[in-house]
């Protein structure tokens, strides 16, 4: 892997957080990957990361889609840490990506010092990008920015979730201070389809009121680029619904893309059932069914 002295933050419209370089005291890793499709499957053709970002080498269990996990060694942020993530898929390339732990928002300092993620992936027609990770645990005190954008064009395929759990209950920890922002965007030929932003305020009342979290502890939100009817969406409902997976659920067809929300307390039943829907869709999408990255088996 070849290491290059400075990789570019992740451009963002204005007026929106980026990720930029910080003092050399906290981390600034960036990393940035391209695709192609070559003889029958798809390679990453170049990498380069400054940081404590890094990939594992790619998979290939089912043949052509190149499985990817990406790895943040320190895993989690501290006050002042800004992790950027770049993805370029090639016509024809067809990756998916998912991270082997969760991701974690530590505590912030005194001064609130914010800590920032962004991941920009850009998609050519004819591809198609699977984005899955694992959760993000918000510590109580944390300020943390989790920017998710995506830039399709022609005919490129996403399905992509992001998963947000404040505080940590099993600990006895709740969210009373602190502060993450998170963003989730999602063009087409520099169409807006989805721009969404939340902000979690520690101690506020849209975490405890009916009208907001209602208390819940876990948020997850999945996009999938994929125009249902009335009975796929009916019969999605009703296999999720047959799961009995506690929290609230949510699946609707907004334009060109099928959204389905979590409102809950576990990261595992989220997961559970995004991966549920995430099975039946993948074929809807023209794909092969799915096969399920090894690495959430540990």
């Known amino acids: 892997m070849k290491v290059l002295p400075r990789i570019a933050p992740i451009s963002a419209p204005a007026g ?18 391209d695709f192609e499709h070559r003889r029958d499957r798809t390679a990453l053709v170049r990498s380069s990361h400054v940081g404590p970002l890094r990939v594992q080498r790619p998979f290939y269990p089912e043949g052509g889609c190149c499985h990817l996990y990406l790895l943040h060694p320190p895993g ?5 840490d800004e992790l950027s993530v770049a993805l370029s898929l090639a016509s024809g390339s067809h990756l998916l990506m998912t991270t082997p732990s969760a991701g974690k928002v530590y505590r912030s300092d ?17 591809a198609m990008l699977e ?6 645990i918000v510590f109580e005190g944390a300020q943390g920015i989790l920017h998710n954008r995506f830039e399709l064009s022609g005919d490129a395929r996403l399905c992509a979730w992001d998963i947000v759990v404040l505080g940590r209950r099993a600990s006895g920890e709740a969210f009373r201070h602190g502060r993450c922002e998170q963003l989730f965007e999602v063009y087409r030929e520099g169409r807006p389809l989805l721009h969404e932003r939340t902000n979690y305020i520690g101690g506020s009342a849209m975490l405890t009121a009916p009208w907001g979290m209602a208390s ?33 659920w949510g699946l609707s067809q907004k ?13 595992e039943k989220a997961r559970w ?26």
């Open 16 to 33: 929106t957080p980026g990720v930029a370089a910080t003092a050399a005291k906290h981390w600034a890793a960036a990393i940035e990957l």
């Open 216 to 248: 819940a502890s876990v948020s997850g939100s999945m996009v999938v680029t994929l125009s249902t009817n009335r009975d796929q969406l009916d019969s999605l409902r009703e296999s999720l619904a047959a799961l009995a997976l506690a929290g609230e």
């Open 255 to 267: 334009g060109e893309l099928l959204l389905v929300r979590y409102l809950g307390d576990s990261a």
């Open 110 to 126: 005194a001064h609130a010092t914010r800590q920032r993620q962004g991941v920009m992936a850009k998609v050519a027609a004819g």
């Open 273 to 298: 059932g995004f991966e549920h829907i995430w099975a039946r869709v993948r074929p809807m999408m023209g794909q092969a069914v799915v096969s399920r990255p090894r690495i959430w088996n540990t």
């Open 76 to 80: 989690g942020m501290v006050p002042g």
């Open 131 to 136: 984005w899955l990770p694992q959760e993000t």
